[in-house]
């Protein structure tokens, strides 16, 4: 049983990661252009492409913030092929400039998804998030288990086998491995789960409920919720479970921590007065304080920002919504309906959760120009909570 189980893991992680490792450019140069206007949609023409490659391209450069225009209202143009391999040349029409020309290796999807990162790089100066992975919740009947997936919801392959509640999926920065609250034992644990060798341990298992699971960015460090005191209250521990901190000691709920990058601070969900809102502390222990978020009320599952300059939450004023603040605290924006918000690495695009049909399904927000695309679906099932690799 030992040997099957591990030869199972090692088909999935093949499935999961070697695609990316074979997509590869057979040319190394290019030429960044610098768009400046994060904000305003990137006017870009393409042609040449056909198939799945071509509706690769389309979704990843489309939720990245450019706009598909005829050739007379382009910036940039990338022409191309994928008979066989996918080549592709990218080019800045106003100075006739070539910002690359490549060829790419590999499996079909991963080589456009390649070609898409090389174009957002050369002409944003900024690196694409094509070849990321989501991990979140999926429902079917009454259990749930916790998948993996390309970005964009394709190849998406089941992680646990529990067979009973599984949810709140965290990566660890860097690393195939993630952290998970799992019911298999009877109470909620957080469990480790290494992708590489398919080997779990227990995190957090202490007496009540250990729940929402946050590794800091630099990757030693767990914030999570437990109940061993009474109520729920923040504690932090090494990466491995040990050295456990008790941060806060309230009557009142907390939830849904969440870290700052450079790993010294955590925001998460406590109670002000009768409303829920957020609050930050040193992650080390100390006074907490309330964050100033005017337009907002209700807030619950922060997520901060790669580049720590914002906060994305979600709020319930009538419905539920995604929206923004500046990571010091100031007025809200509201972004989208929805919830279970996650940055991507580049902080500029967002997966959340929304509801469709009696079910939830997953999809991306362009935060800027804020355009949304649904990703890829598993069929019969809802799909929640997602987190997104960094």
Request: with cysteine; hydrophobic share 35%; net charge positive.
């Amino acid at each position: 049983m030992k040997n099957s189980f591990a030869s199972f893991y090692i088909a999935l992680l093949c499935c999961l990661f070697a695609s990316v490792a074979l997509a590869q450019p057979k040319e190394t140069s290019i030429t960044v252009h610098g768009w400046a206007d994060s904000n305003k949609l990137i006017p870009i023409t393409m042609s040449g492409f056909s198939g799945e490659v071509n509706s690769v391209l389309r979704f990843d450069l489309e939720i990245a913030g450019f706009e598909f225009v005829g050739a007379d209202k382009a910036q940039f143009q990338v022409t191309g092929k994928n008979s066989g391999n996918v080549e592709g040349h990218l080019t800045e029409l106003i100075g006739k400039k070539t910002l690359f020309s490549r060829s790419y290796i590999g499996n079909i999807r991963s080589q456009a998804h390649a070609l898409a990162n090389d174009i957002i790089f050369a002409i944003t100066g900024k690196k694409g998030v094509a070849h990321t992975k989501i991990a979140f919740r999926v429902d079917q009947g009454n259990t749930s288990e916790i998948f993996v997936a390309d970005y964009d919801g394709h190849n998406a392959n089941p992680i646990t086998a529990d067979k009973t509640e599984v949810s709140l999926p965290a990566w660890v920065p860097g690393q195939r491995k993630l952290l998970y609250c799992s019911r298999k034992s009877g109470p909620i644990q957080i469990f480790s789960h290494d992708l590489n060798s398919g080997s779990r341990q227990i995190v957090a298992g202490y007496s009540g409920s250990n729940y929402s699971p946050a590794i800091s960015p630099d990757g030693r460090r767990v914030a999570f919720i437990a109940t061993k005191s009474g109520s729920p209250d923040l504690y932090v521990a090494d990466i491995d479970g040990s050295n456990l901190k008790q941060l806060t000691r309230t009557r009142e709920d907390e939830s849904s921590p969440c870290w700052s990058p450079d790993s010294t601070t955590i925001c998460y969900v406590g109670r002000s007065g009768k409303r829920a809102a957020l609050f930050k502390i040193s992650a080390n222990g100390g006074e907490a304080k309330q964050l100033t978020v005017r337009d907002s009320l209700n807030l619950t599952e922060p997520d901060w920002s790669p580049d720590g300059k914002q906060i994305v939450f979600t709020r319930l004023m009538g419905d539920f919504s995604v929206c923004v603040v500046p990571a010091d605290g100031g007025t809200s924006t509201v972004l989208v309906t929805g919830e279970d918000p996650s940055w991507a690495p580049n902080s500029r695009t967002v997966i959340f959760t929304r509801r469709q049909n009696n079910k939830r399904v997953l999809s991306l927000l362009d935060v800027p120009t804020k355009r949304v695309k649904d990703v890829a679906q598993i069929s019969g099932s809802s799909s929640s909570q997602p987190s997104w690799s960094r």
